[in-house]
């Protein structure tokens, strides 16, 4: 293998009659990654993770996972995969034991290490009590794990993960999220595709962002936020006669003298260029004795940074509320 | 979470040509133990032919065949091709479901042939066929039909009828890959069905309908299937209408399963 990339895409292109799924996307997951690709529902994400998993064929431009060529080798891609779909694709019929036996044997393993791999996986995943029970009587969270943990049978060298939390509720996403790093944990990469802009800010290494079948950015999280502008600095200092106090010390430090604002009543802000202006004020109001009953330090939502970026506004999720990454210093 | 160590080292079983049955023979069992988990998806091939049984002999016997026991040795072989067409209609109806829910996206991510999942599913099937020529027989005997042959034509009897069923399900595989829901499936398979069943020799002789209706029926799959079951159950030169079926059996494999295979590859 000459490359360090578990996958590694270059201009893929699908067509679905006049629909332009993919207009010819880059992709790549260093080994040991997570890249998480980021995009509104029919931004092509499914399409491309179904060409890299070897389900469809792409129309244009070529893709190695695991070292393979997904068009010219695609069964030894598919026995270094995982692929996780955004509808559990596990036999509701049969227990969650079974579905694991199922896979290893599908997988050609022994007997004996399918039934210690199904052992390993559903104490890993919690499933445990439930290795018994038909999927039917499963959580839409247990039958996630379980095919998750399909998906791991063969200790996959990279695993698809498309939309891998949509449908549950925030509580099982952070169980997943979990779930997600222990993999990578690891040594496995993982390409991940969601809707959920603080999903990909959470897990992810690289983010790529795709609208309409093309690459529209690619980036770190932090770096991506910042693409969008600067952060900013709010206070809400608790006595109201010491907002003239706070007023001063704020417009210190804002970017090229920007005006402070009053963001909410009582509470003012003021973008600033780096983090460092938080340790400035913090000093600077210690000094004065000027008590706040709340100051941070806000990067913008990668909501904002997606909406800087297509001009389209995402549709409003459970979780927007907590989307933006804050500092929160007491003081 | 817990966070159990994982090992790495697994026994693989060696790759070889026999793979596409092994894997087959894995799928098969997954079918196996649904039915055997729902058994009322077993209706089709347990009550229902106990039910055409008993309709067909008593309403028809008398005015087909003159009294009801005449009728039997007429009626159970043609009962028996009648069933199997409808029960192919669950293997349909199995593959488009496990389309829709997506497990074929699993398996087609997996390093196994094509058509293990499309051969592992009839095979799985042959238990509902076995039960349906049981019962059907069985029902049969209840009411006065008897095999005046020997157990071995018997048995050829039902093998050849599983053999038929088998090779006919390649078609109501290919409706179930490429129909859009469920419910799509049964409608094309029984509209097409009902036609085949009854333009045939199963309920009456053919000699008793127009020309044009008796040269269809007379050269109806289920129609030599039919006579072959007559002439080894209850006497007769099987060898004709035997090997019309078999030539049959190769004809549906030969055009359904390259389609079928095709379609599960390119959609699923």
Redesign the interface.
């Known amino acids: 293998m000459t490359s360090d990339n578990a996958v590694e895409a270059e201009g893929l292109i699908k067509n679905f009659k006049e629909t332009k799924a993919l207009k010819g996307i880059d992709l790549a997951v260093p080994r040991g990654s997570v890249l998480g690709v980021l995009g509104p529902n029919g931004a092509g994400k499914t399409t491309a993770v179904r060409i890299l998993a070897t389900l469809l064929r792409a129309d244009g431009g070529h893709a190695k996972v695991a070292g393979y060529d997904v068009a010219k080798k695609p069964s030894e891609v598919r026995k270094r995969i995982g692929l996780t779909g955004q509808y559990a694709s596990v036999d509701e019929e049969l227990t969650g034991r079974e579905n694991l036996h199922m896979i290893a044997a599908l997988l050609n393993m022994s007997g004996r290490s399918s039934k210690a791999r199904a052992k390993e996986l559903l104490e890993w995943f919690d499933l445990t009590d439930a290795a018994d029970r038909t999927l039917k009587t499963y959580s839409g969270g247990m039958r996630r794990r379980l095919d998750l943990a399909a998906s791991l049978t063969g200790h996959p060298e990279v695993v698809f993960l498309d939309e891998p939390t949509t449908g549950l509720d925030p509580a099982k996403r952070e169980d997943m999220w979990d779930v997600v790093r222990d993999i990578v944990k690891r040594g496995t990469s993982v390409l991940l595709t969601t809707q959920y802009l603080e999903e990909a800010d959470a897990l992810a290494d690289d983010i790529v962002v795709i609208n309409h079948g093309e690459v529209i950015a690619h980036d770190t999280a932090d770096k991506l936020k910042r693409v969008v502008g600067s952060q900013t600095l709010r206070v809400r200092p608790s006595d109201a006669s010491q907002v003239d106090a706070v007023n001063t010390i704020l417009a210190e430090v804002a970017t090229d003298g920007a005006p402070v604002d009053e963001y909410r009543p009582g509470e003012y802000s003021v973008p600033v260029v780096d983090d460092s202006a938080l340790a400035t004020v913090v000093g600077k109001l210690a000094a004065q004795q000027v008590a706040v009953t709340e100051l941070s330090l806000q990067l913008p939502s990668l909501d904002e940074v997606f909406f800087t970026l297509t001009g389209e506004r995402q549709r409003p999720t459970a979780d927007d509320a907590t989307a933006g990454e804050e500092q929160e210093v007491s003081a | ?4 160590s ?3 080292d ?6 070889g040509p026999f ?1 596409m049955f ?2 087959s023979w ?2 098969a ?2 079918s196996l ?2 039915t055997w ?2 058994p009322e998806g077993l209706i089709d091939v347990t009550l229902s032919p106990i039910m055409f049984t008993l309709l067909f002999t008593f309403i028809f016997g008398g005015a087909i065949a003159g009294s009801t026991a005449d009728y039997l040795v007429f009626l159970i072989p043609g009962l028996i091709g009648q069933n199997i067409a409808f029960a192919s209609v669950g293997i349909g109806i199995q593959l488009n479901s496990d389309m829709s ?12 042939s094509r058509v ?1 999942p499309l051969l592992g599913a009839a095979l799985g099937d042959v238990v509902r066929y076995v039960l349906l020529i049981g019962i059907m027989v069985g029902t049969g005997y209840a009411l006065g039909y008897r095999v005046t042959t020997d157990p071995l034509s018997f048995l050829a009897g039902c093998l050849l009828a599983i053999l038929f069923a088998l090779c006919l399900a390649w078609a109501p595989m290919l409706v179930g890959l490429i129909a859009r829901s469920e419910r799509a499936v049964q409608g094309i398979v029984f509209m097409t069905l009902f036609p085949l069943t009854f333009a045939s020799n199963a309920f009456v002789p053919t000699e008793t309908m127009p020309d044009w209706l008796a040269a269809f029926a007379n050269a109806n799959p289920l129609s030599h299937l039919i006579e072959a079951l007559r002439m080894l159950w209850s006497g007769g030169d099987w060898h004709a209408p035997v090997g019309w079926t078999l030539l049959w059996c190769a004809v549906f494999v030969i055009i359904f399963a390259p389609l079928a295979i095709r379609a599960y590859n390119r959609k ?1």
Do not use: N, Y
């Open positions: 979470m817990s966070t159990a994982v090992t790495h697994v026994e693989v079983i060696q790759q793979d092994r894997h894995v799928l069992k997954r133990v649904k988990r729902t829910k997506g497990i074929f996206d699993r398996f087609r991510a997996l390093p196994i293990a699923a």
